[in-house]
């Protein structure tokens, strides 16, 4: 009696475990960044990706070092990240065929309505980082090694401010995604970084707005590589190949620039853009 | 498969059982022939129930040497017991009594047949359904009996089988031994109940302190006691 | 899922998303369940009947990794399961299998555990008769599990629980894809990054409430067994 019940457990196990498998037939694994996901691109332009060519693109959202990572493991197909000279790497390394420029977005620095460090209104980052720095003004920072946080540590940089010396009680650390530190920000009222397209599309506000934009230096660039079948054969080179050109294609570039919250474009197709 | 007939006479040849340098059992030696039932008597604490798992084989003595049939260490196939408190598995009755075949070895295709034998042996018939465990004590004792019987032993010992039963249940698990002890079935009963020690057993042995002070048979163990812990303990005054 | 929606809303519509995810989790979680029940009751009842030397340092460990932090058991099947591990080949890393094979190794402590110890209360009630019936220790192990399976239901119940809660190590060995490896608590996770605080605390009640139920239907089962079981 008990164990017919083993078999039928075990028998059901195997179906379920099986049925992925299955499932996997037509489907690549794409990592990514959690600003692609969250913004809600993806959910708008892989349908259409999909539609055209029946390839299932699953998507695994992580901070950009982490993504990175998956790729390096091979456990991802495709590679579609913000980090240029950390993709320039990848595929110097040998982990990646060839680094496509696909897009950009842009970062804005957030902050409460009441500005306690007088920054509203500005376009240069580096007038506003400079005086957060001197008013000690509270500041989320990703910390998680991700491509915002290594925009926001090029940004203090190009400031000459030594963040590493220079933080004091004011610079918090949170070692989290984009998500995360908006919700920090917005619960203790604090300055932050975000790329825009996670922060049109974020919702738990509260009294933070966007304060300084506009900045050549804070602008986002995004590639996408396959990852390297001479590295991990089992890369599903066509399947992942097919995405990567049909992000390129005029089409796929036409359904990025389409996708719009609140009426507002979040990213910037620049392929054809040399040295993006 | 059934183990031959060779439990019987069951030896307990000069057996100690010591837990720390408390000796439970004192080179006892005493001998479980075949024939009428044999009642363990003895106050608190002489040794009955270390004596019967010792018998039993549950328990290997510290000293001493316990035979079967002239072997040692033969596996309790065809020796059943029934403890003083016995404990009912969570099942029905029927499932106890299934339980109890199969670990026994009876072939699948002839459990039920016993089932319905075994009931109606101890005046279950009818229980088959109700959970063990919400019997009353003498029903659970009686379902225990079946139990035991189960594996068609050569002989039973008994823990005993009517310390907490009322009169009535007392009389109805008297009966089941009696029609057990018929059938061929070699009884070992301890109990603090003289009368029935009178009433069931052929043959009485007197433990005290850990060893076998005297064996003799019924009528003459309560008519002329050989030595003076008997005539003490018949009379109400061997208390330790 | 759509933006706007609240949780209550979702629910009411039948959402077919959330209800792939409900499926998802149930579907991994009570899988987790029923492979740790299958490693976990068996070694708990061996621990419970068996006397060795360093038997108290097993029952310490043992009743130590009940509280295995998830994250660490989904980096170490993460590692395990990756193209570049020594399972890699397999290509499980961000499958159901994977987030199942991660929340066995989760529960598997909780219920072994908890096992040895209710089945070696019953151990003591049940040993003397087992052995005048001459039961070897397998006979023991299963009469022993069999006979305690209604105390049992609630040990199974604590493992679902925790596996059912967890996010920690799914998230890492699932990857959160949309519609293949997204459970309830990597749904909220993700809603609670979107700062869709409303959306993310509704999902919780809809977890809650699953919860809730397959606690009711065990203990339903517990109560009409044990009725008839005594």
């Known amino acids: 009696m008990l164990t017919r019940r083993i078999v039928i457990a075990i028998g059901a196990i195997a179906l379920l475990t099986a049925s992925p498998a299955l499932a996997q037939d037509k489907s690549i694994v794409v990592a990514s960044t959690t600003s692609t996901q969250d913004s809600g691109l993806f959910g708008h332009i892989l349908p259409l990706f999909k539609a055209k060519t029946g390839i299932d693109v699953k998507v695994v959202s992580q901070g950009t070092g982490q993504a990175i990572d998956t790729g390096r493991r091979g456990d991802a197909d495709v590679l579609f990240v913000h980090a240029k000279s950390q993709e320039e790497k990848f595929v110097a390394d040998g982990f990646g065929v060839k680094r496509f420029p696909v897009m950009y977005n842009d970062f804005v620095l957030i902050g409460p309505k009441s500005d306690p460090a007088g920054i509203k209104g500005g376009t240069d980052a580096i007038k506003a980082f400079t005086a957060l720095k001197d008013k000690a003004a509270v500041f989320i ?9 290594a925009a926001e540590l090029d940004l203090w940089k190009a400031a000459s401010i030594d963040i590493a010396k220079d933080k004091g009680a004011w610079y918090r650390e949170i070692g989290q ?17 975000s790329d825009r397209a996670t922060w049109l599309s974020f919702k738990n506000r509260g009294d933070l707005e966007i304060l300084v934009a506009g900045d050549q230096r804070m602008f986002n660039q995004y590639g996408v590589m396959l990852v390297n079948p001479a590295k991990h054969p089992h890369v599903k080179q066509d399947l992942g190949q097919a995405l990567v050109d049909w992000l390129i294609s005029a089409e796929g570039q036409k359904a990025i620039a389409d996708y719009k919250v609140g009426g507002e474009q979040l990213f910037f197709p620049n392929a054809t853009v040399p040295g993006a | 498969m059934r183990a031959p007939d060779t439990e019987l006479p069951i030896v307990c040849d000069s057996v100690s059982v010591l837990v720390g340098k408390l000796a439970i059992l004192d080179r006892l030696s005493v001998t479980f022939g075949d024939g009428a039932p044999t009642a363990l008597i003895g106050p608190n604490g002489s040794g009955k129930t270390t004596l019967i798992r010792i018998a039993m084989g549950l328990i290997a003595p510290t000293s001493g040497r316990v035979t079967w049939g002239g072997r040692e260490a033969v596996p309790p196939l065809r020796r059943a017991i029934l403890f003083q ?12 009594l299934r339980y109890a075949l199969a670990a026994a070895g009876i072939a699948r295709d002839r459990r039920e047949a016993r089932v319905i034998e075994l009931l109606a042996l101890v005046g279950l018939a009818g229980f088959e359904d109700r959970p063990a465990r919400k019997l009353s004590g003498g029903e659970q004792q009686r379902l225990a009996l079946a139990r035991a019987l189960a594996r068609d032993p050569a002989v039973l010992f008994l823990d005993e089988p ?44 007197l433990l005290h302190r850990g060893r076998a002070i005297e064996t003799a048979p019924t009528e003459r163990f309560f008519m002329q006691p050989q030595t003076e812990e008997a005539r003490r303990f018949v009379a109400g005054d061997l208390l330790l | 899922m759509p933006d706007q929606a609240s949780a209550l809303q979702l629910v009411l519509s039948g959402d077919p998303a959330l209800f792939a995810i409900v499926r998802l989790s149930l579907l991994v979680s009570l899988s987790a369940v029923v492979c740790a029940a299958l490693i976990g009751l068996p070694f708990g009842a061996l621990v419970a009947l068996t006397r060795f030397p360093g038997r108290a340092g097993v029952i310490v460990v043992l009743n130590a990794l009940m509280g295995l932090p998830p994250v660490v058991v989904g980096l170490a099947v993460y590692l395990l399961l990756s193209r570049s591990g020594p399972l890699g080949s397999w290509g499980l890393l961000f499958t159901p299998a994977a987030m199942i094979v991660a929340q066995t190794i989760l529960i598997t402590p909780i219920i072994a555990a908890l096992s040895r110890q209710t089945i070696e209360d019953l151990w003591l009630e049940y040993r003397d008769e087992l052995a005048a019936m001459n039961v070897g220790p397998a006979g023991r192990i299963a009469t022993l599990v069999y006979d305690a399976r209604f105390s049992l239901i609630t040990t199974l119940l604590a493992g679902f629980g925790r596996a059912a809660a967890e996010v920690g190590a799914v998230i890492i060995v699932g990857g959160n894809i949309d519609g293949f490896t997204r459970t309830m608590t990597t749904a909220i996770a993700l809603e609670t990054s979107k700062g869709d605080l409303p959306l993310a605390l509704g ?4 977890l809650l ?4 139920a397959v606690n009711a239907a065990a203990w339903g089962m517990k109560r009409v067994g044990e009725q008839y079981a005594g």
């Open chain 3, 209 to 212: 409430a699953i919860v809730v």
């Open chain 2, 85 to 96: 408190r016995p404990v009912m598995l969570r099942r029905s009755v029927v499932g106890n």
């Open chain 2, 162 to 205: 009517t310390a907490s039963l009322d009169p009535a249940a007392t009389k109805s698990v008297e009966d089941v031994i009696r029609a057990v002890s018929a059938r061929g079935i070699k009884v070992v009963t301890a109990t603090h109940d003289l009368g029935q020690a009178r009433r069931l057993a052929g043959e009485i042995v």
């Open chain 3, 203 to 206: 999902l919780g009640f809809v």
């Open chain 1, 177 to 193: 995604g984009m998500g995360a530190a908006l919700n920090t920000a917005s619960a203790s009222n604090a300055y932050v970084l």
């Open chain 1, 141 to 149: 920072s990703r910390g998680d090694k991700s491509g915002t946080h």
